[in-house]
């Protein structure tokens, strides 16, 4: 379940961090949640992920499948 509230950060470096553990661990939830609620994604590929839960959908279906 994706929390309604955004991450925060004390260093600049944090949230870089932060985005990479979760796509290295595959974890959806985890990267949504350094997204506001009303974020827009695009991804390498141009693909575009609306709103926090759209990020979170996207990036749970390429790590069920195409980034195996």
């Given amino acids: 379940a ?4 955004m991450a925060t950060f004390a260093r600049p470096r944090d949230p870089v961090d932060a985005f990479a553990r979760a796509l290295n661990a ?3 939830d985890d990267l949504g949640e350094l997204f ?3 974020a827009e994604f695009v991804n390498i590929m141009g693909m575009c992920m609306r709103r926090r839960q ?15």
């Fill in 2 to 5: 994706t929390s309604s509230v």
């Fill in 54 to 68: 759209g990020i979170v959908d996207g990036h749970g279906w390429a790590f069920a499948g195409p980034l195996l």
């Fill in 26 to 28: 595959n974890d959806a």
């Fill in 36 to 38: 506001t609620d009303d």
